[in-house]
């Protein structure tokens, strides 16, 4: 049984930082693409962003490139989002999604597995 499972997420004051890890099992996590994606209440889920099985390459949405870093350790079965100069529009709800390395990591419908979500808040 997959399971992805994220922790990190919590309260933190504009232009603070956070990491959220995401731990993967029942997978063989270095055959996945790993992409974060977030919703905000009242909003369609949108892409973070995510990096490739081999972690030497990653993509960001416009919205957080040059503040938020993704990684990963294959050796851990996990991924991680560095999150850094927040923005209260940073709230929201982070989900971590796998997608076979196979498919484009650029798209939504390659994510086949999903975690159940960590709640981030940023005030101002």
């Known amino acids: 049984q997959v399971q992805l499972v994220e922790s990190g997420g919590g309260l933190v004051q504009a232009g603070g930082s956070l990491r959220l890890s995401c731990a993967a099992s029942?997978?063989?996590?270095?055959?996945?693409?790993m992409g974060w994606f977030r919703q905000a209440p009242g909003k369609e889920r949108e892409f973070v962003g995510a990096i490739v099985w081999r972690g030497d390459s990653t993509y960001y949405a416009d919205s957080v490139k040059g503040r938020f870093t993704a990684s990963r350790d294959n050796a851990k079965n996990t991924v991680y989002l560095q999150m850094n100069s927040l923005k209260p529009e940073d709230t929201a709800v982070y989900y971590c999604a796998a997608a076979n390395r196979i498919y484009n990591i650029l798209r939504r419908n390659a994510y086949s597995y999903w975690g159940q979500g960590t709640q981030v808040t940023v005030s101002s």
């Open positions: 029942g997978v063989t996590f270095s055959s996945y693409h």
